[in-house]
């Protein structure tokens, strides 16, 4: 079956940065957009960044651009998002997702940006 299952989030101060992986199984990663989602409290999930097969291409939430990336290793199915220059209003769960004949979500890791 598959499975996403999301890492590496944390509390960090304003300006910081934090890596999330998403390490997938169930499915052949290789072949599939890998896309990542937040959800702040009170606010409906929206879409940060999503990745193509290759990597060779990659779009973001327009308040996200040139502060996060999105990246991804096939060999290991893994996929990140380095996020850098944290805002408070990046605070959030953060969700990978597949959409593999239906949509799949990974459990969240809570990524908390305060002093």
């Known amino acids: 079956q598959v499975q996403l299952v999301e890492s590496g989030g944390g509390l960090v101060q304003p300006g910081g940065s934090l890596r999330l992986s998403c390490a997938a199984s169930?499915?052949?990663?290789?072949?599939?957009?890998m896309t990542w989602y937040r959800q702040a409290p009170g606010k409906e999930r929206e879409l940060v960044a999503t990745i193509t097969t290759t990597g060779s291409s990659t779009g973001y939430l327009g308040s996200v651009k040139g502060r996060f990336t999105i990246s991804r290793d096939n060999a290991k199915k893994t996929v990140y998002l380095q996020m850098n220059n944290l805002k408070p209003e990046d605070t959030a769960v953060y969700y990978c997702?597949?959409?593999?004949?239906?949509?799949?979500w990974g459990q969240g890791t809570q990524v908390t940006v305060s002093s």
């Open positions: 169930g499915f052949p990663f290789s072949s599939y957009y």
């Open positions: 997702s597949v959409h593999y004949y239906r949509t799949y």
